[in-house]
């Protein structure tokens, strides 16, 4: 168990709709990622937060946005959903600096019908 | 695009047989992670190792970095079927992200 927690576990939806994703850090950790795995492109960066505040972004659609409160936990929402956004969605996070571990956590499987 | 790579795709090994998966990178690196995955689960971290690092162990794992040859190996020794799993490379240089293989599946056959 990386302490890192998501939820849902699993989403299924159909296209056109709109999701959030949640992710809780491990306690102390101010860095959130979110990741995407899919099985044309792999595991891809989308996002970084970085206590509240956007840090990078990777290959992140502007159909999908994410936000980290005051708690950190973080939010990834993705709206006008395709078939091709079905994936697993991982978020991380990390301790320190931004060259430590990241711990990774089970994942949000997205079907989108 | 994906900046390691692992070779092989795919490893068959009878138990207590020793696996070696290997990751090449293209540009310079702060650090690269291993990381093993479950068919559908979370990543689990395995082992960090640093540019100026050569070598690093954590139990049965073994991972070498040459940065002259842009490439790393993970070794891991005396496998055990619950070995069975993705095993993928991540590249951090830009502090940020990490950008990740594709992974070498590895099936540990009792």
Redesign the interface.
């Known amino acids: 168990d ?1 302490g890192v927690t998501q939820t849902p576990k699993h989403l299924i939806t159909a296209t056109g709709q709109r999701v959030t994703l949640r992710c809780s850090p491990r306690s102390g950790d101010l860095s959130v ?1 979110w ?1 995407q795995q899919s099985l044309d492109q ?4 989308l996002i ?1 937060y970085y206590n509240g505040e956007e ?2 972004k ?1 290959n992140i659609l502007e159909r999908f946005s994410a936000q980290q409160f005051p708690d950190l936990h973080s939010e990834l929402n993705l709206s006008s959903l395709e078939l091709g956004d079905s994936a ?1 969605y ?1 978020c ?1 996070s990390q301790r320190g ?11 949000t ?1 997205l079907t989108v019908l | 695009s ?1 900046q390691g790579e692992e070779d092989p795709q795919a490893l068959s090994i009878q138990e207590g047989e020793n696996a070696t998966m290997n990751c090449s990178y293209k540009t310079s690196i ?2 690269l ?1 291993w ?1 093993r995955q479950n068919s ?6 395995l082992i ?1 190792i ?1 540019s100026n690092e050569r070598e690093k162990h954590s139990g049965r794992l073994r991972v070498t970095l040459d940065t002259s040859k842009k490439s790393s190996s993970l070794l891991i020794t005396a496998s055990r079927a619950a070995d069975t799993a993705s095993y ?1 490379c ?1 590249i ?1 240089n ?10 070498t599946r590895l099936m540990v056959k009792p």
């Not at chain 1, 600096?97 to 089970?106: D, I, L, S, V």
């Not at chain 2, 559908?40 to 971290?45: D, E, Q, S």
């Not at chain 2, 830009?94 to 992974?103: D, E, K, Q, V």
């Open positions: 990386s990622y990741y792999g595991l891809q960066f970084q840090r990078a990777g697993l991982f991380a600096g931004p060259y430590n571990e990241q711990f990774f956590g089970p994942g499987r | 994906q702060n650090n992670q990381y559908g689960r979370g990543l689990v971290h960090l640093r993928f991540a951090n830009a502090g940020n992200m990490l950008t990740f293989g594709g992974g």
